[in-house]
């Protein structure tokens, strides 16, 4: 199966109604018929939301709302990914976004508006949105 892996940085932006991004994410989240959504991303998403203050509630609303998307496809990590992303890796502290990257890898594309995982993504030849 090919599609778009949802990075990070999409749901954020789609959720901060201040972000210069916020509809722009919104509508590739709309546009895409599943989110292929590896698990480190729900982590990502709650680390980034607590770290901000965000109540308990909130987070999980954000956190539950992709979990029970019918659009959501949640990848996980059999250890394969983690394998893919040691090797992709140049430095330590871009290991989330290599797991994402060896993700993306299997399914073809990805969406982030991280400028430093396109450029992986793309030497890659995944395709990239936006």
Known sequence: MKGTVIDTN???YAVLQDSDFHNRA???LS???KW???GIVLYELYWFFRDRKFE???IEKVVRSIIDSHRNIIVGDNGRFTKRALE???RPGRFND???LAVAEKYGGLATY????RKDAESLNLSVLP
């Open 88 to 90: 992709l890796m140049d």
């Open 26 to 28: 919104r509508s590739i």
């Open 10 to 12: 999409v749901f954020i």
């Open 31 to 33: 546009s895409q018929e």
């Open 98 to 100: 290599m797991v994402i």
């Open 114 to 117: 991280d400028r430093r995982l």
């Open 56 to 58: 308990k509630d909130e």
């Open 36 to 38: 292929i959504v590896p």
